[in-house]
């Protein structure tokens, strides 16, 4: 009865090994231009919200606002290749700090769109 159970646990022990070192199937394919130019695209789009949003005088905004930071960048990291292309290029024609009225238009726009995705409440549902 021992000697089964041995069997057995060596039979078990040599299947999870050779199962384990056995390589698995890889598949791989060429990417295209287009593929390659969209991510490069949307990596630059974000790394300038990102530096917008990393600003002292966004993040204290968007707390006082209600919003933490990292919930921003989650949800602008969310957005869309053509929404994050829309807002990269809204923030950077945004004059610095001179035009009051364009940056409460893009925190607006920031707000309502954590609004509609449920990440904050702020306008409370009654």
Not at 54 to 65: E, I, K, P, S, Y
């Amino acid at each position: 009865m021992i000697m089964s159970f041995r069997r057995s646990v060596v039979a078990v022990t040599l299947v999870a090994f050779m199962a384990a070192i056995s390589p698995a199937p890889a598949s791989a394919a060429m990417i295209d231009t287009n593929a390659a130019v969209a991510a490069t695209t949307r990596a630059a789009d974000l790394a300038r919200v990102d530096s917008v949003l990393a600003r002292a005088d966004v993040q204290q905004r968007l707390t006082g606002l209600g919003v933490e930071p990292q919930a921003a960048h989650d949800r602008a990291a969310a957005l869309t290749d053509a929404e994050l292309a829309n807002f990269a290029t809204q923030l950077e024609n945004a004059p610095a700090g001179g035009d009051i009225l364009a940056v409460i238009g893009v925190v607006f726009v920031v707000l309502m769109i954590l609004e509609f995705t449920g990440v904050i409440d702020i306008f409370k549902k009654v």
